[in-house]
């Protein structure tokens, strides 16, 4: 098994366990959140994709913001759980379920957008992944993604890699364990970021508009999200910008809250001869 596999499986022991997307860990206003300054309205009326759909979270939001189909994509057994939190919502007739990777996307789709956020820094070779959607795009059509970056993260990296060495090979249960431990002091951090108003603690930002939103049982799933992988690469704005650009897109970067980075992508108009 490599380790694209690996990362395939684990993360679908990991959406079957933890299939509850209510609340703000699945509402539009975190999607919007996560693609800003790509505007969450531009939804409306569009056939749009979502790359590594997970429990669908997404799906429900891109729903919500008014797309007129959805095309989930999920390569793992979570598919599954998309498919059944579309049928009890009776929106079978505006979802198709793909239980395919991202890079075995057909291309005859004719999406007007597509986005993938928190996956593709999970895969070794995403460029494939990014000609796939390229292939699938109307002519104009725009490609958003959320990755983790490298550039204000040197605290947090400094700290986490050396954990997921030994976390990434513990059994379900064993994460679980270390998740639920490190909520705790998560906890008390993201009190403090709320107390201190310095841009010095790192993350800040983060803490209180993303985490400190969340129930602690959302931030228990974070912690173990961040537990999981075999793989995770945190990419600097150059790297970021490459990627998109080798299908090849038009490339707009931006930094996100100073840790990660939204880039979209837009699919040239090819010129009338």
């Not at 198709?96 to 007007?112: C, H, K, Q, S, Y």
């Not at 704005?237 to 931006?254: I, N, Y």
Request: proline share 5%; net charge positive; aromatic share 10%.
């Amino acid at each position: 098994m490599n380790i694209d596999q690996r990362t395939i499986r684990d993360f679908g022991e990991q959406w079957t366990t933890y299939q509850d997307s209510e609340g703000f860990f699945g509402s539009l206003a975190l999607l919007a959140d996560f693609i800003a300054p790509f505007p969450i309205e531009s939804f409306r009326n569009a056939r749009v994709a979502d790359i590594g759909a997970g429990t669908g979270r997404f799906v429900l939001s891109l729903l919500e913001a008014g797309a007129s189909h959805v095309v989930a994509v999920e390569p793992s057994t979570s598919a599954e759980v998309v498919r059944r939190k579309v049928n009890d919502m009776g929106r079978n007739d505006r979802v198709t379920v793909l239980n395919i990777r991202g890079d075995e996307l057909p291309p005859d789709l004719a999406l007007d957008y597509a986005i993938s956020v928190g996956v593709l820094h999970h895969i070794t070779q995403a460029e494939h992944v990014v000609a796939a959607v390229h292939a699938a795009l109307k002519p104009g059509g725009k490609f958003v993604i959320w990755l983790y970056g490298r550039e204000g993260n040197a605290l947090y990296l400094a700290l986490a890699l050396p954990l997921r060495l030994l976390s990434k090979h513990l059994p379900r249960q064993g994460k679980a364990f270390l998740a639920h431990l490190l909520n705790w002091p998560l906890s008390a951090y993201i009190g403090i970021c709320r107390r201190w108003s310095s841009d010095r603690l790192p993350l800040r930002r983060y803490m209180i508009d993303i985490l400190g939103k969340l129930d602690p049982a959302k931030r228990h799933l974070v912690i173990y999200d961040q537990l999981n992988p075999h793989y995770a690469k945190y990419y600097t704005g150059g790297e970021a910008r490459r990627l998109m650009e080798s299908a090849p897109f038009e490339v707009d970067l931006h930094h996100r809250k100073g840790y990660s980075w939204v880039v979209i992508g837009t699919k040239p108009i090819e010129q009338a001869a």
